[in-house]
């Protein structure tokens, strides 16, 4: 029982951060990205203290965790993140090869 | 020849494939540079077929974006293999790990120095990269400039890039001859010390489903695994150390097979 409420916490935890990180601090992106960062590793390390002694939890934790990185990579591939990464990776960058 | 090492070969010839660059000049400019290998290898480099993930990291973070793409990309590959990639996969690795065969006085790094890897990555790709909105590690690159630097400055027969050679250029150059003469005699210098990629791979070495895994009722703590290392990481005491590569070098030569691996 202790341990759903905890899971129970660690959701409200989690939406109220997604809440508070997608909508109030929209307009200040290096708080956002600071706090889009730390809350996904404040959420691994405490699912990951809560699972690890749950073998199959555990388990199935690393899929979950795998499935919200790769919807990671879709929704960045929805916002363009792929063509971005095509595009400047197409052209030479001589100021990084120290020839400018 | 070891089934890593024909592995490694492998992953440098594909991901450095583009042949017609060697006839034209210039760099690959298709729809493969949307997608990012998983270790690093210079974008800038004419043979390249894929993007380097630290430099459009780093390009996000300078556009003030939030890198979904990319972070999702590190994790996806950080919680299945931790940091196999860097092991197996690794161009710049596999040419630390030949330069350490060569016959040179050893010397043996202190553990405080993996730790510098994390600074290079919020410090120099974090940061910087942030307030200056330029990819600062990239130009620092050890790997940039013997992939990119060199063969773009080599091929360029107007002599137009070679005019324009600066400080910062002989700056690159020289990290690199000294991360390249440091690799003769430490094992993995730069992947243990300043690797960006590893720095975030390794956080997930703790928690990722492939693992190592240890009987210490086999172990005799004979220590041939940490020598035959090429991180020269105490596997037999730590088998989910920040530096381990997942190589598996450390699981053949243990005389009691006592360390294994597989999903946790």
């Known amino acids: 029982m202790k341990k759903i409420e905890n899971l129970v916490g660690i959701a409200v935890v989690l939406v109220l951060l997604y809440f508070f990180i997608f909508r109030v601090l929209d307009r200040i992106p290096i708080l956002r990205l600071v706090l889009y960062l730390a809350s996904i590793g404040t959420a691994i390390y405490f699912l990951y203290r809560f699972a690890r002694r749950i073998a199959i939890v555990r388990m199935l934790l690393i899929f979950v965790i795998t499935a919200v990185f790769i919807a990671g990579i879709i929704y960045g591939g929805m916002l363009g993140d792929f063509v971005e990464t095509e595009t400047v990776g197409s052209i030479i960058c001589l100021s990084c090869m120290g020839i400018e | ?264």
């Open chain 2, 1 to 264: 020849m070891s089934l890593k090492r024909i592995v490694q070969i492998i992953a440098t010839i594909i991901q450095n494939s583009y042949i017609p660059a060697l006839f034209s000049g210039g760099i690959y400019q298709g729809i493969l540079k949307r997608y990012c290998t998983p270790i690093l290898n210079c974008w800038g480099c004419p043979l390249a077929v894929t993007s380097c993930p630290m430099g459009a990291l780093q390009h996000f973070i300078g556009l003030k974006l939030i890198p979904f793409y990319i972070a999702g990309f590190f994790g996806a590959i950080g919680i299945i293999i931790g940091r196999m990639s860097c092991g197996w996969l690794c161009p710049f690795g596999f040419l630390q790990d030949l330069l350490y065969k060569a016959k040179s006085v050893k010397m043996i790094l202190p553990q405080w120095c993996s730790y510098i890897k994390y600074g290079v990555l919020i410090g120099v790709a974090g940061i910087i990269a942030y307030v200056t909105t330029e990819p600062w590690f990239c130009k620092l690159c050890p790997d940039g400039a013997l992939i990119a630097g060199i063969p773009l400055v080599l091929a360029d027969s107007s002599g137009d890039l070679k005019a324009l050679i600066g400080w910062h250029f002989y700056m690159k150059i020289a990290i690199l001859i000294v991360v390249l003469l440091l690799s003769l005699s430490i094992k993995r210098f730069f992947c243990r010390t300043f690797c960006p990629i590893g720095a975030i791979y390794s956080v997930f070495n703790n928690f990722s489903l492939l693992q190592m895994k240890i009987d210490k009722e086999k172990c005799i703590e004979c220590e041939s695994c940490q020598m035959v290392c090429p991180m020269h990481v105490p596997i037999w005491r730590s088998p989910k150390n920040i530096d381990c590569i997942r190589c598996l070098d450390c699981v053949k030569i243990c005389p009691t097979k006592a360390i294994n691996h597989g999903p946790r």
